[in-house]
């Protein structure tokens, strides 16, 4: 079965256009789980490891020492379907995809953006979310049209993400500032040393929620699809997890972790 998911576009702005991610994302959908048993291979055998970037509240962040949030309770819904043990390893956003091909992880999971450069490294399953590019700035900014009060601001980003992507097409490098973690963009634009933070929109109402000062712009900049990402040399377990998550979209499980941490 072919499943082809919109990559919804805010054409207001234009910038997916740019980011050349106005991409619809295709996966094969088999409805079964048996590939457990058929002898999907993964890189410790027993254990599916998902590679992440916990730094993404409420998609994955730390509660103490654990790792949390939604993407840590669907790969452990899916571990489960599987018949295996679930690992979270917790990396730079930047290394995801390098440790999925490197065979390092077995999964990517970490509210990552469907796009067709993505798509040229590693196989994404169905999705099973959705995300939007929002701005972040302070309560008494000057910045209140996007992109048009952009021009000329210090951004900050989370280096590699789309938002990062974005901003750097459409204001230029010299305007935009990368970061390691969403956390830290946020901690310097309370700092006062950049103007916005270009981040997706659940992360962003988290943030502003912790900060003081902070509100989140009304504008609504590209709208995406979020999806776990696999090795392009596993499609048997691209087919397993795409199976699973087939499963739990249909007896709700799915919809259940996402309204348990996005009200
Ligand atoms: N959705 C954006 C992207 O794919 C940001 C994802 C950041 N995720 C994270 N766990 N830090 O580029």
């Not at 295709?26 to 291979?41: D, R, V």
């Not at 980003?157 to 935009?176: P, R």
């Not at 309370?190 to 929620?209: F, L, M, T």
């Amino acid at each position: 079965m072919k499943k082809v998911t919109a990559l919804l576009l805010s054409m207001a702005m234009g910038m997916c256009l740019l980011a050349g991610c106005g991409s619809a994302s295709t996966g094969e959908s088999e409805s079964s789980t048996a590939a457990a048993e058929s002898g999907i291979t993964t890189v410790t055998e027993g254990t599916l490891t998902m590679a992440t970037n916990a730094y993404f509240p409420p998609y994955e962040y730390y509660e103490g020492s654990e790792i949390v949030g939604i993407d840590a309770e669907i790969a452990a819904a899916v571990a489960e379907k599987l018949g295996l043990e679930l690992k979270i390893e917790d990396m730079e956003f930047d290394s995801i995809i390098t440790a999925v091909q490197t065979g390092k992880a077995d999964m990517g999971l970490a509210g990552m953006t469907v796009t067709d450069e993505r798509k040229q490294m590693i196989n994404f399953t169905d999705t099973y979310a959705e995300g939007i590019q929002s701005v972040i700035v302070k309560e008494d900014s000057d910045i209140a049209n996007v992109p048009d009060d952009l021009t000329g601001k210090k951004i900050g980003v989370q280096l590699s993400t789309t938002g990062d992507i974005y901003a750097t097409e459409e204001f230029g490098k010299d305007n935009v500032e990368q970061f390691n973690k969403g956390n830290d963009a946020v901690a310097a634009l309370v700092a006062g040393k950049i103007d916005a933070v270009i981040i997706d929109n659940q992360p962003a109402i988290s943030y502003v929620g912790a900060n003081e000062g902070l509100k989140i712009l009304d504008t609504s900049y590209a709208t995406e699809e979020y999806a776990a990402c696999i090795s392009k040399d596993n499609e048997a377990l691209l087919e397993a997890v795409n199976g699973a998550l087939a499963e739990l979209k249909e007896d709700g499980t799915i919809q259940g972790i996402l309204d348990k941490y996005i009200k």
